[in-house]
Antibody, heavy 124, light 107 residues
Framework: QITLKETGPTLVKPTQTLTLTCSFS??????????VGWIRQPPGKALEWLGL???????RYSPSLKNRLSIIRDTSKNHVVLTMTNMDPVDTATYYC????????????????WGQGTLVTVSS | DIQMTQSPSSLSASVGDRVTITCRAS??????LNWYQQKPGKAPNLLIF???SLQSGVPSRFSGSGSGTDFTLTINSLQPEDFATYYC??????????FGQGTRLEI
């Protein structure tokens, strides 16, 4: 069974740095074609893709947030850490991590399963 | 970036109905299109990948079709548990893997 869980602060102040940890089990981040992605959802709004770390430690970030985001992994502990700097009230959202899988042929990929999400509020 | 546009934004239907949700990509994404279902207060759940492949465990009343820029999610014989918000997501080439704005399916 594959599970993921996000942990971190529920409240951060404007300009502070957010650090969230995604703890996962049931798969290895060393397996080719596997990654862990981060997606967020402001209250009542749509999903927004944030970033992805691949099995080979390559990373991709949302162009609009790339200067503020960092994703690293600790494969020995089955953790992935998201860091977002200079937090603003518009960053208030539920943050999800999810297992990303890509099949070789024809190259389709998807996010499944997802963690339960963690609501982060940015307020002074 | 590839933009994804869903229509309608919301939809009212009844149990037993057949509904169709549309997703349009801003460029050709071949068949690199996924559909997710999200219920209130819950994380999204993968329904369809590769435009038309049903994820394991998903009821067969869900189906996906389309290629290029236009895609549809069809739900046959709506069940009470199907009332939720549905999102498309493109997975073409390299990220960002953008989502549509969602379609809320209401009773």
């Amino acid at each position: 069974q594959i599970t993921l869980k996000e942990t971190g602060p529920t409240l951060v102040k404007p300009t502070q740095t957010l650090t969230l940890t995604c703890s996962f089990s049931g798969f290895s981040l060393n397996t080719p074609g596997v990654g862990v992605g981060w997606i967020r959802q402001p209250p009542g709004k749509a999903l927004e893709w944030l970033g992805l770390i691949y099995w080979d430690d390559d990373k991709r970030y949302s162009p609009s947030l790339k200067n503020r985001l960092s994703i690293i992994r600790d494969t020995s502990k089955n953790h992935v850490v998201l860091t977002m700097t200079n937090m603003d009230p518009v960053d208030t959202a539920t943050y999800y991590c999810s297992k990303w899988t890509r099949i070789v042929t024809p190259g389709h990929s998807w996010f499944d399963p997802w963690g339960q999400g963690t609501l982060v509020t940015v307020s002074s | 970036d590839i933009q994804m546009t869903q229509s309608p934004s919301s939809l009212s239907a009844s149990v037993g109905d057949r509904v169709t949700i549309t997703c349009r990509a801003s460029q050709n994404i071949i068949s690199f299109l996924n559909w997710y279902q999200q219920k209130p207060g819950k994380a999204p759940n993968l329904l369809i990948f590769g435009a038309s492949s049903l994820q394991s465990g998903v009821p067969s009343r869900f189906s996906g079709s389309g290629s290029g820029t236009d895609f549809t999610l069809t739900i046959n014989s709506l069940q009470p548990e199907d009332f939720a918000t549905y999102y498309c997501q493109q997975s073409y080439s390299t990220p960002p893997y953008t989502f549509g704005q969602g379609t809320r399916l209401e009773i």
